[in-house]
């Protein structure tokens, strides 16, 4: 197939859906049809993409022909191509869910475009050349985000949705600070013209390369919700309904990481004497802090919030490192948190349809009830926690030994000690969702109102098809993990991502 055809599906399939979605604004039944077929579409485009870039490495295309660095680059390598291809069967999944987990409100006023959308953010952050387009598809994908955590308009929402605007209207303008001092400096955005430049022995300015690549770490930081700049995720993530916080939980921070990866690798290398260690120190608070307020919570949604902080710092991990094998851990670790993040979300979402609340207090039982939900809960449980053979150990594995390798033996311990505290989080959860009696019926439960659901087995559908993704990654973890490597290497030897791009 046509590279420059394989690099724009992605793009344009979610564009053309959500732009027939809204000529079809108030006929729901046709924008399910048409977000359908945008999903499907999306989700073999970015298969394809992947099968292609596994074949030839990269994929490159110039925007209008204009050739590089002066036009606008598409480029794809394994990195990007494996992130996309994760993000379309959690939009699928996302989707499924959707049909029958979301009110009829909200599907009427625009739900459909607005996921469609926020899919295009991702497509345009996985497959930009170039530094100022990062940024611009990284808006398009938040403001998605805004508007579907005040869809429903709520006030837990408003509330949630106004901090989440806030905080991340300012790390906008600090990374749009930083692209300015980019370009001031090299005169230049193209992201492999830069990563050549920043290679030559006496390029100049490196103190305020030094500096630039502060402003993205705050920028991106806060995207991520890296330690400290983490505050605003438990407090927006646990508002909206199910259907939208899990596509936005289970994806749109590991966004953010991406995006730091893809920079601190070709442009922003990370020095031994400042970088590494703040990076290291930055990802060890962000696994701790994250697990200790995982496990004080008594809320469903609230401790799987917090748990996403935890794992940011594990795949913070892998780039603080620094080497093949440790980034190779962070590239794995991406794909399998996306996959059971997103699962355990669906899984809380199933559980307060037909039961009214997220409070563990109030929950119990359901191990009898509801066996097949059980076992689908344990398995991305213990995936989570990192429970051999699943996917989270085969992360976590090459994470410490790529730290034992490097000689940093105090993030590789500290990794231990969370993932037992993560275990410790998962369990609570198990013992007072799933294995205790229930409770006698409160006479105000905390979610007042349900939605209406025809057909309620149509809900684990999509549960059942992240976890066989996610069994997959585990039991036949070898494929990934090879395509993991060979995308760290990809990132850490980019002369051949520069001469793709640049054709030199």
Not at 94 to 111: I, P
Not at 260 to 276: E, G, V, Y
Not at 292 to 297: H, K, L, N, T, V
Not at 474 to 485: D, K
């Amino acid at each position: 197939m046509n590279p420059s055809l394989l690099l724009l599906l992605p793009l344009l399939l979610p564009l053309y859906g959500a732009v027939f979605c809204l000529l079809f604004w108030q006929r729901v039944r046709a924008q399910v049809f048409i977000a359908a077929t945008a999903q499907l579409g999306w989700f073999v485009s970015a298969g394809l993409l992947l099968y292609e870039v596994s074949q030839t490495g990269f994929l490159t295309t110039q925007i209008g022909r204009w050739p590089a660095p002066f036009g606008i680059t598409l480029v794809a390598d394994l990195f990007s191509a494996l992130i996309l291809a994760s993000a379309s069967i959690v939009g699928i999944a996302v989707f499924l869910f959707s049909l029958q987990g979301l009110d009829s409100m909200r599907k009427k006023y625009g739900y459909f475009p607005l996921l469609l959308f926020l899919q295009l953010g991702v497509s345009g952050v996985c497959l930009t050349g170039d530094i100022f387009n990062l940024y611009v598809w990284f808006e398009v994908l938040l403001i998605c985000c805004f508007a579907l955590l005040a869809l429903g308009g709520t006030r837990a929402q408003l509330e949630g949705t106004l901090k989440y605007v806030t905080i991340n209207f300012f790390a906008s303008g600090i990374l749009l600070t930083g692209v300015g001092v980019v370009y001031s400096l090299y005169g230049s955005l193209n992201m492999a013209e830069l990563a050549q430049v920043v290679r030559q022995p006496d390029h100049p300015n490196l103190p305020l390369l030094t500096l630039c690549s502060v402003f993205f770490l705050t920028g991106f930081g806060i995207k991520s919700a890296i330690f400290p700049l983490f505050f605003w995720l438990p407090a927006s993530y646990h508002t909206p309904p199910i259907a939208i916080s899990a596509f936005i939980a289970g994806l749109i921070s590991k966004i953010g990481i991406y995006s730091l990866i893809r920079l601190f690798t070709l442009i922003f290398i990370p020095d031994a004497a400042f970088m590494q260690p703040l990076l290291l120190v930055l990802s060890a608070l962000t696994m701790v802090i994250g697990v200790i307020g995982a496990a004080a919570q008594k809320d469903f949604r609230k401790i799987l919030s917090f748990h996403i902080i935890s794992q940011i710092g594990y795949m913070l991990m892998g780039l603080a490192i620094f080497t093949p094998l440790a980034l190779a851990g962070s590239i794995y670790f991406i794909i399998h948190n996306i996959l059971v993040k997103t699962n355990l979300f669906l899984v809380s979402g199933v559980v307060a349809q037909q039961h009214h609340t997220f409070s563990l207090k109030k929950l119990g039982g359901l191990y009898l009830k509801q066996p097949f939900l059980a076992l689908l809960f344990f398995l991305s449980a213990l995936a989570l926690a990192g429970i051999p053979p699943l996917s989270g150990f085969w992360g976590k594995f090459m994470l410490a030994m790529g730290g034992f390798e490097a000689g940093n033996y105090g993030i590789v311990a500290v990794s231990l000690c969370v993932s037992l505290v993560t275990l410790f989080s998962m369990t609570k959860i198990w013992n007072e969702v799933f294995w205790k009696a229930k409770p006698p019926k409160s006479s105000k439960p905390a979610v007042a109102k349900a939605v209406s659901i025809r057909h309620p087995m149509l809900l684990y559908a999509p549960l059942v098809l992240l976890l066989v993704f996610i069994l997959l990654i585990s039991l036949y973890a070898q494929p990934v993990i090879a395509l993991a490597q060979r995308a760290a290497n990809q990132l850490l030897y980019t002369n051949s991502y520069i001469e793709a791009v640049l054709k030199k």
